[in-house]
């Protein structure tokens, strides 16, 4: 073994540690002067070597170092086939500003540091000033007086000075240890000195606040009733509830929930439309002692049989109507709208047994990889950190107006209501047909003097794309939910933009920070510190830190943790871990499964995910619910489903398929998951294959699926062109907004891919090329190109516009 291949060793494992790979091809030169006849001659013969090396099955230093001296004595007995030669053979896809073959460069040079000097010849080293490089990387190991001078060339596109500068510490640590240890495995190699360990631990650390008994949720919100009954709590459309009556209401509603079963850490279902009564019964949940499970009306009645079920709810509040659609529920029903007496007179009620801090406060259902939706269980003490911070966070006081937008299925709701009703803010529930429309929803928020509001990350971004009333009194908006492009971002606005960052396993936010406008335009904003009380360790697959700008897995733990999934203790263990930095063996960390890293500025970077989740429209799927749903359809043989798309408005889920029968049809199988599933998590276009790609150890390769496109769409109607120029222009706009070739005028919007953020964009287009306004519920209603093409002419004709006449009128609140 030489130098050169114990120092290559080391620096390949660096660059394993720093990128993740484990398959790397680096450059070395050669001289290339291995035969007697040119040792004489004057000129260049080196030659670029690719050295390849497998780092995978985690080896030891000593096992790869003799990887590398096979790689190495291999290359060296074929150094004289031209590197240009080996590019021809190779055919990689060219590209003028890179490296056919390799990006990194290594080279372990002789002494030119002295003169040498003949009769007539004296020859000395001239530095020469580097401008430009042809490699990302490039590391020059050269002998200096007995020691190893290392020089680093590199792309400032790529890196910067202190990046490269922790890349050399890091080098000089491993070749340390992996001399002095080689038969660790590379994984286990510590790349960390003492000060950048105790910079990652000091910064993945919240600040510590700690949070008293008088600080739990019904706590606050009792003590703000008691100051001020008569300020305003809640408004939706024309109706409001004031704190007493807010307190009163959610009273009354308590005490018959006891009478029905309502009891400590058991969930009650609320199955109810955005309104006041929603709050109303999510607070007279918790003062009933159980905690709410929040149920969406959007989502079919499948899924809200199966959370009902599987939640074990002994008590369901909702109203006649709703109550309809899940017929299995056998327990106890408290209908909203048979209570009127509710709403007569002050009501005292005092719960028998109070919430601990360790409580369960409320069960939030994510999507499952198993085909199920999986409950997260949620404490009152994670739930008053999650208050206690933001009020902090952002100053609320009396006087702020805040919003709830979100949809009912997200877990951001309760960061929209119970923040501000702890502090004794006004809540404003925005309309259906607001909340789906970035124009409507400045005119709401500049109407009603909103000053905090939450917006999911892609209405945010559509919503910044628009004219911004003058008139705004916002000092906040928020995002979360996905990721936020600092693409297409104002570089100035009249508010702070603050992105946010949280599982439902962690109470919502567990990271958050400012969005610096003018560099978002060159890079994605982060997502910022932990807020209070919150860890968030960047870690290896080993659950140890990794360096500063190398991707990690982001773990969670401190105050915000929840307490697990419901009624799944295995699944529980597995997300939720021991802490290595903790004395307790009880303090856990949650896995997240999102990549991250930080920035020498102590804020964190989202990178992405480790496995098969991805977010859509801000929810969360588990693409693995689907595919289990899709193989247990009779006809289908395997089905894979990825996302396709990287911008939120493009993004789409892909079904691929194989069939197992000539009799499959896909109508049926769609319905069948509309059935089960709610709409963001219908796949919007079918592929079929004559069998999925795999790899080499037979698993399915999803990075050699097929990328969509018209012609491979498994089972397409006939085509019906547009047949006049209103629908060629109504096709022409969904063809742009959805990434399509053509559409027929049967096509329904929904499934070409389309949802209700894209059909806002719809009818805004609508409006400025047609000038023809109309309300987005009509697009809803009939969501083909003919059915709006229809409702275009009929405005036209009769030169008319909506004006929102047709708006939703509520019915008094019978509270």
């Not at 790899?695 to 006939?718: C, H, I, Y």
Request: aromatic share 6%; with cysteine; proline share 5%.
């Amino acid at each position: 073994v030489t130098p050169f291949m114990v120092l290559f060793t080391a620096f390949v494992v660096l660059l394993h540690r720093h990128s993740g790979q484990n398959d790397l091809a680096l450059g070395s030169p050669v001289a290339n002067r291995n035969r007697s006849e040119i040792e004489g001659l004057v000129g260049c013969f080196v030659n670029s070597l690719v050295l390849r090396t497998d780092l995978s099955g985690d080896p030891t230093f000593r096992e790869l170092l003799a990887r590398v001296r096979e790689v190495a004595l291999d290359a060296y007995a074929h150094q004289d086939l031209p590197f240009d030669a080996l590019v021809q053979v190779m055919e990689p896809k060219r590209d003028l500003s890179r490296n056919p073959l390799f990006q990194v460069m290594f080279a372990l040079q002789a002494d030119g540091s002295r003169s040498i000097e003949g009769e007539e010849l004296r020859l000395s080293v001239v530095a020469i000033e580097v401008e430009t490089t042809r490699f990302d990387l490039e590391c020059y190991l050269i002998p200096d007086a007995g020691k190893l001078r290392v020089q680093m060339v590199y792309s400032t596109d790529m890196f910067d000075a202190s990046s490269i500068d922790r890349m050399l510490t890091h080098f000089e640590h491993l070749l340390d240890r992996s001399i002095t240890a080689p038969q660790l495995p590379v994984s286990r190699i510590d790349l960390l000195g003492v000060s950048e360990r105790q910079w990652l631990l000091e910064n993945a650390t919240g600040r510590v606040c700690p949070i008293a008994s008088e600080e739990m949720l019904l706590a606050r919100f009792s003590s703000v009733v008691r100051r001020d009954p008569q300020a305003p709590a809640l408004h939706f459309g024309n109706h409001s509830l004031t704190y007493g009556e807010l307190d009163s209401a959610s009273n009354r509603m308590a005490e018959r929930l006891c009478t029905l079963g309502a009891r400590v850490d058991e969930p009650v279902a609320v199955l109810l439309e955005r309104s006041l009564e929603m709050v109303v019964a999510w607070l007279a949940v918790l003062k009933s002692g159980a905690a709410y499970l929040p149920m969406d009306p959007e989502n079919p009645a499948a899924r809200l049989q199966q959370m009902l079920k599987d939640s074990a709810a002994a008590v369901l509040i909702s109203d006649s109507s709703l109550a309809q659609r899940v017929t299995t529920f056998h327990g106890n029903l408290l209908c909203v709208d048979e209570v009127a007496a509710l709403h007569e007179n002050q009501c005292d009620f005092v719960p028998a047994i109070e919430p601990g801090a360790e409580s369960m406060a409320y069960l939030i259902y994510t999507s499952g990889s198993t085909g199920l939706p999986k409950g997260v269980a949620v404490t009152h003490s994670a739930l008053a950190n999650l208050v206690a911070w933001h009020n902090r966070a952002y100053s609320v006081t009396t006087g702020d107006r805040a919003t709830q937008i979100a949809g009912l299925g997200f877990d951001a709701t309760l960061w929209e209501i119970w923040p501000y009703l702890c502090t004794g803010a006004s809540v404003y529930l925005v309309d259906e047909e607001t909340r789906h429309s970035p124009r409507l929803l400045w005119q709401w928020l500049a109407e009603n003097r909103i000053t905090l509001s939450f917006v999911p990350t892609p209405m945010a971004e559509a919503m910044l794309r628009e004219p911004i009333p003058e008139a705004i009194a916002l000092r906040a908006m928020l995002t979360g939910g996905d990721r936020l492009h600092g693409g297409g971002l104002p570089q100035q606005l009249p508010f702070r933009l603050i992105n946010h960052y949280g599982p439902t396993e962690n109470a919502v936010v567990s990271t958050f920070g400012e969005v610096d406008l003018p560099r978002a335009a060159q890079k994605a904003p982060t997502i910022g510190r932990p807020i209070d009380n919150v860890n968030a360790y960047v870690l290896d697959t080993r659950m140890q830190p990794v360096p500063i700008g190398v991707t990690g897995e982001l773990y969670l733990g401190g105050e915000s943790l929840a307490r697990g999934y419901w009624r799944n203790q295995v699944l529980t263990d597995e997300r939720f871990v021991t802490s290595p930095f903790a004395d307790d063996a009880d303090t856990r960390l949650y896995r997240s499964g999102d990549l991250v890293r930080w920035r020498a500025d102590g804020q964190l970077e989202f990178v992405g995910r480790k496995d098969q989740q991805v977010k859509i429209r801000g929810y969360r799927i588990e693409l693995g619910e689907i595919e289990v749903l899709l193989n247990g359809c009779p006809g289908i043989g395997q089905a894979v489903v990825t996302c396709h798309g990287e911008e939120e408005s493009s993004k789409r889920l892909i079904a691929y398929l194989v069939r197992s029968s000539s009799t499959l049809n896909l109508s049926e199988v769609r319905d069948q998951l509309r059935d089960r599933l709610p709409g963001y998590m219908l796949p919007a276009v079918w592929i079929e294959l004559d069998s999925l790609p795999l790899t080499r150890n037979g698993k399915v390769d999803r990075t050699a699926l097929p990328a969509p496109t018209e012609q491979s769409s498994a089972e397409t109607p006939s085509h019906v062109a547009p047949r006049n120029q209103i629908e060629r222009q109504v096709a022409a706009i969904w063809c742009e907004l959805l990434g399509l070739e053509r559409v027929s005028v049967d096509d329904n919007f929904f499934d070409l891919g389309g949802h209700s953020l894209v059909a806002s964009q719809v009818v805004s287009r609508i409006r400025d090329e047609l000038q023809v306004d109309m309300l987005l519920s009509r697009f809803f209603k009939r969501p083909t190109v003919a059915g709006l093409a229809e409702q275009i002419q009929v405005a036209a004709l009769s030169n008319t516009t909506d004006n929102g006449s047709e708006n939703d009128t509520h019915e008094e609140f019978r509270l």
